[in-house]
């Protein structure tokens, strides 16, 4: 990928709205806040789900969706992505004739916030899945996580959001906002499967838990890292050891954890240059996701 990255637009008015409250002194107060729409998703001619999503990318956060349900195959053709924002509404279709009644009927809400997923049988495309051993540069993650955290977003003008990047080494390559964490993540799939981008030497930092849904469509992915300033579950620790992917989390200033993969890490970065972080770009931490 030799383009520019793509990142969040926080002035794009589709997104955000201004809405008058009043604060605690009962002064008036005129704030910005995150949109959230529905978006269906049909899979050729079945309606898959109906997720709330801030609205932006939705032929991505589709695509996605279905690739990490295991609804959309590495060699399935594309034939097809009619979005209809009138309706708010989405078709992806394929050349293969497909049937998901069971999988769809198998609705299992998740940790993840704003709306759970179809769970179906993720499970079962983790069997026999091993991730490659892909070395992690401590460098990288500090340079990752400063620039992250300090590039515009909709978190820093609205909060209430999820961000989750794509990155290559410390290169940020695609930077998703959703007020789910599991639409942010889609999107950047959906991203990748649309455009072909090898997962082999890459990074995903997400703002969000590393819980077991997060870290099954990370490894469904085929991405060997996955980082995050907030904290995990169990499970999700206990899947990333089981596939070989490399799980750090609580990333703040110099601190961080690594809970799966860490004879991968190249500790390389000189910590007396890792500054804390600017409190006017602080995230918000684990305890608060």
């Not at 729409?37 to 990318?57: F, H, K």
């Amino acid at each position: 990928m030799d383009h520019d990255p793509i990142l969040p637009n926080p002035s794009d008015p589709r997104l955000t709205r201004r809405v008058t409250g009043h604060d605690h002194t009962g002064a008036e107060v005129d704030v910005s806040v995150v949109e959230e729409r529905p978006l269906t998703i049909y899979l050729n001619s079945q309606e898959i789900v109906t997720a709330m999503t801030i609205g932006d990318y939705p032929e991505y956060l589709a695509l996605g969706f279905l690739r990490n349900q295991g609804m959309l195959r590495d060699d399935d053709e594309v034939t097809g992505i009619d979005y209809e924002e009138d309706i708010e509404t989405v078709v992806v279709r394929t050349t293969r004739q497909t049937s998901y009644e069971e999988k769809v009927k198998k609705k299992t809400r998740t940790s993840g916030c704003a709306v759970g997923t179809v769970f179906g049988d993720m499970m079962e495309g983790l069997e026999g899945l091993t991730l490659p051993a892909t070395p992690v540069r401590t460098s990288w993650l500090y340079s990752l996580a400063k620039e992250i955290n300090t590039t515009p977003s909709l978190y820093l003008e609205a909060g209430a959001i999820h961000g989750t990047v794509l990155c290559c080494a410390d290169k940020p390559l695609v930077y998703m906002e959703d007020v789910g964490r599991h639409n942010a993540v889609d999107k950047i799939s959906g991203y990748m499967f649309q455009h072909g981008v090898s997962p082999d030497n890459k990074i995903l930092y997400t703002t969000g838990r590393l819980t077991s849904e997060m870290v099954i469509k990370t490894a469904m992915m085929g991405i060997p890292v996955l980082a995050s300033r907030s904290g995990f579950t169990a499970w999700g620790v206990e899947i990333a050891r089981q596939v070989g992917l490399t799980v750090i989390g609580r990333m703040r200033g110099q601190r961080f954890v690594c809970l799966s993969g860490e004879e991968r890490l190249i500790r390389d970065a000189d910590l007396s240059s890792v500054g804390d972080e600017d409190r006017k770009h602080r995230r918000k931490g684990a305890d608060h996701d």
